[in-house]
C-alpha cells in the first residue's frame, strides 16, 4: 500500500490518498481536490514514483471535492472504472449538473429563519460555485459500494461499511485479516469531522446518524485495528477515539440545553456559545451547519424543542 498526501489550500491542509496494491497496479482511494495544482500532482507521481506501474480504478469514500475532486479526470485520463456509495455518486452529480442557482430562494429563506446575519448568508450561498470549480465531473456510469458488500483489491479482501452523519454515505474499507480500517473522515485522530445541516435538507438528523454511525463502528471493527484516515496521521485506538467524539457532541448538545434554559435562542444565536473563537464568514457558514446538526439532533431526542412565537425567526427551548 502507498500513502499519498495532495495538499489543500484550506487550514486542513492536506487529504491522504491510498494507493491499494493488485495484479497490475494500484486502485485509488480517494482522488484530491479537483485543481491544477492536484492534476499536476498526479502526474509527477504516474511519472515519477509509479513509474512502469499503472492505476487499475478508482475509488471514491464520499462526495466532499478534496475527495471525489480529480476522480473524474483520473478515470478520464487513465480509463478507471469508479467505485463510490450510491448517494455520494448522485449527490456529486445533483452538485456538478444541477442548475445551480435554482434552490437559491430557498436556501437563503432557511438561513434567515435560523437568524444568520445577511453577509453570512451571501457568503454560504455561493458554496455550490465552489463545488463545481474544485470537481472535475465524473463518468456516467459506476460501481456502486454497499454496506457489507466484500471488494477484492489484489490479495486484500475488504469489508465495505457505509455511515452517515459527516456525509451521507460515505465508505470506509475494513481488512479484518490485515487489520487495516480505512476510514475516510468518519473517524480522524485530533480533528473532530464536520458534521452539519445543508440547506438542501433542513430537517436532516445528520448528528443522530454520525452517533449510530459511530456506535455501529465500535461493534463491528476491532479495537486492534490500524485506522487509515481521510485527515492527519493513521492512528490505532479505534474504539476510544469513537467514543471521545461521542462525548464530544454529548458535550455540545449538553451547552446548548444549557443556552436555551432561560430564554430561547436561534441557530446564529448559539454559535458563539458552541464557537467561542473568532470567525470569519466562510468558517460562520460551517459552525452554524454544526450547531443546527446539534439542534435537530436535540428536537427529535425531545431535550430541545421549537418555540412558536409567530416571528420571523425560528428559536428553541430547552424542553
Ligand atoms: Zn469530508
Known sequence: MLWLRLALPYRLDHVNIYLLEEADGFAVLDAGLGDDATREVWQAVLQGPLAGRRLTRMIVTHFHPDHVGSAGWLCETYGLPLHMPRN???LSLVLQYGQADRGAAMFRQFYERHGLA???????????????????????????????????????????????????????????????????????????????????????????AYLAALASLIETVPNTVLVLPGHGLPFRGLHQRALALIEHHAARCAEIAQACTAAPRSAAELIPTVFRRELDAHQTGFAFGEVLAHINHMVVEGTLRRVDDGGPIDRFISA
Open 118 to 208: 445577511e453577509e453570512i448568508v451571501a457568503r454560504v450561498l455561493t458554496n455550490g460555485h465552489e463545488y463545481l470549480h474544485r470537481t472535475t465531473g465524473l463518468p456516467s456510469s459506476y460501481h456502486r459500494l454497499q454496506h457489507g458488500q466484500t471488494l477484492t483489491i489484489g490479495r486484500n479482501e475488504y469489508r465495505v461499511l457505509t455511515g452517515g452523519g459527516h456525509s451521507i454515505e460515505q465508505a470506509m474499507l475494513h481488512d479484518p485479516a490485515a487489520g487495516l480500517f480505512f476510514s475516510a473522515d468518519q473517524v480522524i485522530a485530533q480533528i473532530s469531522p464536520n458534521i452539519s445541516v445543508q440547506p438542501i435538507e433542513p430537517q436532516d438528523n445528520a448528528l443522530g
Open 88 to 90: 455520494e455518486y448522485l
